[in-house]
């Protein structure tokens, strides 16, 4: 069980992510990339992109297996505070700032919790050292990892943080920080003045006046995640809502979208899709143009085959929000959707 316990300061420096995290993805992806957990979400994502990772490359997948296991612990230097910088680049950069003091106790600790017959890779006790060769194959091993398994699907995963930033935005609006942290329930239990979630171990984060950030991640699964220092930025990463077959959309770029265009003429349509920029529930959209709530649907049902918005449901509610591909359309011209 972890419990997040919150002052009165921090209750006030609760804050939601803008977008997603590079490294929290990569971090998180590369873990269920080991595994054959939420079939579901990931089983698509895990066939298209096995196949095109370069198995036992000393620079990509060796050197993240031996820092990224699929099951407990891993490095806090792999995910630090980016302080609102979001771009892979920038976020690479940080990590390799990483003092190296820190990269030696993160590093040993990894190693304690290995199993005794597993002994680190030499690579890995290389970067623990600071080499300065293995810190370029790190950064390269990063890069190279984002290029092949997360940017072909960025747009998705950046429209699907943005579709439930959307329901942190209605429930801050409509009830404060004690809203927004209601609104994870049963994910997060808020018992103020505690933060409860279900944890693999018995954990205690005092944030002591500190704030918390909350960062949505696509790839986090089932459980919320936190970092083991104490003494960083104090972080909660959780997992959002999918839409199921997101990955196979990737496949059909150029084609799908362009295919129910025609269906999208008409005013209607096109005034739900710029309403939609705020996140809309359907009952919302039916009052707004005066229609029933099962027009708004059909209406949404359209967009959303389309890959215009994304719909996710809040309590008995749905949210409806716009994607990329549907912003683009309301800018102007749609040319390739889902361009990687």
């Not at 820190?102 to 002994?119: F, G, H, N, Y």
């Not at 950046?158 to 927004?180: C, H, W």
Request: glycine share 8%; charged share 25%; net charge positive.
């Amino acid at each position: 069980m972890l419990r997040v316990h919150f002052t009165i300061e921090d209750v006030a420096r609760v804050r939601v992510a803008a977008a997603p995290d590079p490294l929290w993805e990569i971090t998180n992806s590369f873990q269920i990339l080991l595994t054959r957990d939420s079939s579901l979400a990931f089983g698509e994502w895990r066939r298209l992109i096995r196949p095109r990772l370069p198995v036992g490359d000393g620079q990509l997948t060796g050197q993240l297996t031996g820092l990224l296991p699929p099951r407990g612990y891993s490095p806090d230097f792999l995910t630090p505070d980016l302080c609102g910088r979001h771009d892979l680049r920038s976020a690479v950069d940080t990590v390799l700032g990483t003092p190296r003091t820190v990269l030696r106790d993160d590093l040993v600790t990894l190693a304690e919790s290995r199993e005794r017959s597993r002994p680190l890779p030499t690579g890995i006790r290389e970067l623990a050292d600071g080499a300065p060769s293995a810190l370029r194959r790190l950064a390269s091993a990063l890069h190279g990892y984002h290029r092949h398994a997360l940017a072909p699907f960025w747009p998705q995963i950046r429209a699907q943080v943005d579709a439930d930033r959307a329901l942190r935005t209605r429930a801050v609006l409509a009830g404060g920080t004690d809203g927004l942290l209601r609104s994870f329930d049963p994910l997060l239990r808020w018992e103020p003045p505690v933060l409860v979630a279900d944890y693999p171990v018995e954990r205690e984060l005092r944030l002591d006046g500190r704030g918390l950030l909350l960062q949505p991640s696509f790839f986090c699964h089932r459980r919320p995640v936190t970092l083991a220092s104490p003494d960083m930025t104090p972080i909660l990463v959780y997992p959002i809502q999918h839409t199921l077959g997101w990955a196979r959309r990737r496949a059909h770029v150029g084609t799908g979208p362009a295919a129910e265009l025609g269906a999208l003429i008409g005013r209607t349509r096109a005034a739900v899709l710029e309403d939609v920029v705020t996140g809309r529930t359907t009952g919302e959209l039916a009052e707004r143009f005066g229609i029933t709530g099962a027009a708004a649907s059909y209406h949404t049902a359209v967009l959303r085959r389309a890959g215009l918005l994304l719909s996710v449901r809040h309590g008995k509610h749905v949210v409806h929000s716009i994607t990329p591909s549907g912003q683009a359309l309301l800018d102007g011209p749609l040319e390739t959707p889902f361009d990687a």
